[in-house]
């Protein structure tokens, strides 16, 4: 049983619904950024939970300062990561490249033929001397690559912090870039300064979705013109990144640029398809509808390759955000449970 799920009455005494303890959890990461980092905000969350628990587990407003404290430190973690000798981060700004070595972990098109790569880096090195690090660094390319999740790969790049310009109302392209992973950032000329130290069995299931993207992307650049393929790459596997700036221009005046993110419309659409046509051969079989109804089975069978889908999107936020409401749905379904859309909403933004 999910225990965010609440759709029963609370027992007396504790008046909360799950609503109130979203809106102390939400309170809490709001007000992370603005105070003090320190590692003391997990241990005074896990304290506060574990007075509740003890002392006053029957009144319910204790509840909410738990949470706030618990969204407090969750969100400190993500911003302020501890110090640590290992970080990549340590070895960016010199003014000598240095030798990186690491696993491909995405690659993506830019605007112009450009294109970018992302990698976990293992080791940095000079003069024949390398260090063991731990953290991702994204490489801009001025071509195209065709390097796949999985490759070890091994370079010569000066590494950079990501920071931003200063202007007023800009978004904070750094923290977007850390929400990924990725800490340092590189620029290389083009794909050939990458050297191919081996492929580790083709990279396991990130290797083929990576695969699977790339060769997605070549069909849709061989059967559509170079003005539309952009907007289909955009559309169908999530490639954002090759929007032309008059493109992205258009969008955003026409309203419908959000169109074009893939998001929980996408993967309703999906969904619906694939439980459409499902439903049509599972209704040709007898014995398959004296068995069990198509709607308490075939949700959980198109599960799977909803999850498949949101991979080879690029498993963006809202795509992850609409997967966990699919998931619930399926969940209630498979146990003849009924819960209101508030709750139901309320327990994904939870997860």
Known sequence: MLPVVWHDTP?????????????????GVTLAPSLPASPSWPLLALSAA???????????????????????ALCQQRLFAPPNAARLERFAGGAAPLVVEGRVLATAPR??????????????????????????MRVYLDTPVELTAGTHVRF???????????????SDYPRHLATEGVTVTANLPSAAAFAVLGDAGGGGWRGLLSRARLAA???????TSQEVAPLARALLIGGKTALEPAQR???????????????GLHLGLVAGLLYAGAAWFYRRSESLLLWEAPRRILPAVLLPLLFVYLLLTGAALPTRRAFLAASAGVWLVMSARRTTPLSLW??????
């Open 11 to 27: 027992p007396a005494g504790a008046p909360l619904r799950l609503g109130h303890l979203l809106a102390a959890l939400s309170a």
């Open 50 to 72: 574990a007075g509740w628990f003890g002392l006053a587990r029957r009144r319910g407003w204790p509840l909410l300062v738990v949470f706030c404290l618990f969204g407090i």
């Open 111 to 136: 605007v112009g033929g450009r294109s970018f790569v992302d990698v976990a880096v293992t080791q940095v090195g000079r003069s024949g001397i390398a260090t063991s690090v731990a953290g991702g």
């Open 156 to 170: 010569l790049a000066r590494l950079r912090l990501p920071r931003r310009f200063g202007i007023p109302g800009e």
């Open 217 to 223: 992307g070549e069909f849709i650049d061989a059967k």
């Open 249 to 263: 221009d258009l969008l955003g005046r026409g309203g419908i640029a959000h169109l074009f993110a893939i998001s």
């Open 346 to 351: 309320a327990s994904i933004a939870f997860l």
